[in-house]
């Protein structure tokens, strides 16, 4: 790794970001999403914490730009030049300038927004170029990434760390104070071929896979998975749950079980829960369900019941009419009955026993087949 | 910031050409000075091109052979690969 001449970095760990304007090419969700994501990326390794600012200065102004765009540093045109950042300090130093020539895209089949910007807020934060061809900070950009299996290569980690050092303690979900919080779970058990799980979520940027009275918490940017009981967390919340799901623009986790769910959002119970399933719309004949998940760009939400689903409307608050439709005929390749599914990076991951069927949306196709337990790096 | 001036080849640019910016652009190579002086290994040129050959995980041939050529063309991060 290296890091600019004179090693310039950021004073203070608590730094503002402002997201200036926005491409055309994605949802305004899906950029402010890459963004965090990207954040996030360097704050899991150090003791950096940012927040996001909506108007005025911010320390790190990230904008959208083509050609010419005032800082004497034109980009130029589709390919080449993707994006450029300026070092920690004042005015224009900090910032992220995206070229908007080339063809920004949540997955790879055009210029991931999120990989490019983990790699310039790199630059924001202090960091130059590395000759490490696995390194983040490598300057040559690599469609092929695999984005469900992204993270920091040590050199990274070494080179941000060389500026702010580890991070402290606290995790990004604050945890409720019991006696153990992070438990050691029987070391075959999280690596083993047979692993199945309850539910599966999304949460913050982290995954979720439940089992019985505990979860495996991932974070992309960590190799190992930590593992916590349910109830250290989130006390009232049921073990061997049915299904869990993220609705991101609510900051909202819903835990499903029999027939009944809960809400949370980050380590908060919210009030007034549980509640009936069928306060959602599913038919009283519907006693539980086996798994759901939310399609934050579509923002629909998908209850999948046996060899059925139902999906509800997140922005209408109802479900839908003409359902419920087989699961077969809408995800075909998903046939066996759905334990779990998560959706990230585009995709949805379908998890049946210790199978997992990664499913390509646009494709309509199942993509890839996996462990159950393949996001822990065994 | 870095001075860079005009990011890449466009259009009618030779290789010589695509890699004098490269060079200029990524790897602190004085700008615009006639650089090439034939066959003389001791070239500024020279030089710049086996330290960007070396920073990017390829062979330090000092020519500007398919491989480099190969890795100029891709899609890359417009700050400089080495400071001022």
């Known amino acids: 790794f290296s890091t600019f001449p004179g090693s310039p970095k950021w004073k203070e760990n608590h730094l503002t970001y402002r997201i200036v304007n926005y491409t055309p090419d994605l949802p305004k969700e899906s950029v402010d999403s890459a963004i965090e994501k990207a954040l996030k990326v360097w704050e899991e390794v150090t003791p950096l914490k940012f927040s996001r600012r909506w108007e005025g200065e911010a320390d790190i102004m990230i904008s959208f730009a083509a050609g010419e765009h005032g800082d004497f540093i034109p980009f130029d045109g589709p390919g080449l030049v993707l994006a450029h950042a300026y070092a920690p300090g004042l005015g224009i130093n900090g910032d992220a300038h995206f070229d908007d020539d080339e063809q920004w895209t949540e997955d790879t089949t055009g210029t991931n927004l999120f990989l490019v910007a983990a790699h310039e807020l790199g630059h924001s934060l202090g960091l130059f170029h590395s000759a490490k061809p696995e390194a983040l900070m490598y300057p040559v950009y690599k469609f092929s990434a695999d984005l469900a299996r992204f993270r920091l290569s040590q050199d990274d980690v070494d080179g941000i760390q060389s500026l702010y050092g580890p991070p402290t303690a606290s995790p990004a979900v604050p945890v409720v104070p019991t006696k153990a919080n992070s438990l050691e779970p029987e070391s075959s058990l999280t690596c083993s071929p047979a692993l199945s799980f309850d539910a599966v979520s999304t949460l913050r940027g982290e995954f979720l896979f439940f089992k019985d009275r505990y979860f495996w918490r991932q974070s992309l940017r960590t190799p190992e998975p930590g593992f916590y009981l349910i109830s250290s967390f989130w006390p009232s919340l049921p073990s061997s749950m049915d299904a869990a799901y993220e609705v991101t623009n609510r900051d909202t986790v819903f835990i499903f079980k029999g027939d009944q769910f809960w809400a949370v959002r980050g380590h908060e119970e919210q009030a007034g829960y549980p509640k009936s399933i069928h306060t959602l719309g599913l038919p009283t004949t519907v006693g539980k369900i086996d798994a759901a998940v939310s399609d934050k760009e579509k923002k629909k939400t998908y209850f999948f019941v046996e060899d059925q689903y139902w999906r509800f409307d997140e922005k209408k608050q109802s479900m839908e009419p003409g359902f419920p439709r087989k699961i077969a005929a809408d995800f075909p390749g998903v046939d066996s009955k759905v334990d779990a599914v998560f959706e990230a990076f585009g995709f949805f991951y379908f998890f049946s026993g210790s199978s997992q069927l990664e499913f390509d949306p646009n494709a309509k196709k199942v993509s890839h087949v996996l462990k159950s337990n393949s996001w822990f790096n065994c | ?84």
């Not at chain 2, 030779?14 to 000075?33: F, P």
């Not at chain 2, 990017?56 to 500007?64: A, F, I, P, V, W």
């Open chain 2, 1 to 84: 910031s870095y001075p860079l001036h005009g990011g890449s080849a466009r259009g009618g640019d030779t290789d010589m050409e695509l890699l004098q910016k490269y060079l200029e652009n990524y790897y602190g190579l004085a700008r615009g000075v006639k650089q090439f002086v034939k066959n003389k290994d001791s070239s500024p040129i020279v030089k710049k091109i086996q330290e960007m050959q070396k920073f990017l995980g390829l062979e330090m041939t000092g020519k500007l052979d398919s491989s480099t050529m190969d890795v100029m063309l891709k899609p890359r991060c417009g700050v400089p690969d080495v400071g001022a």
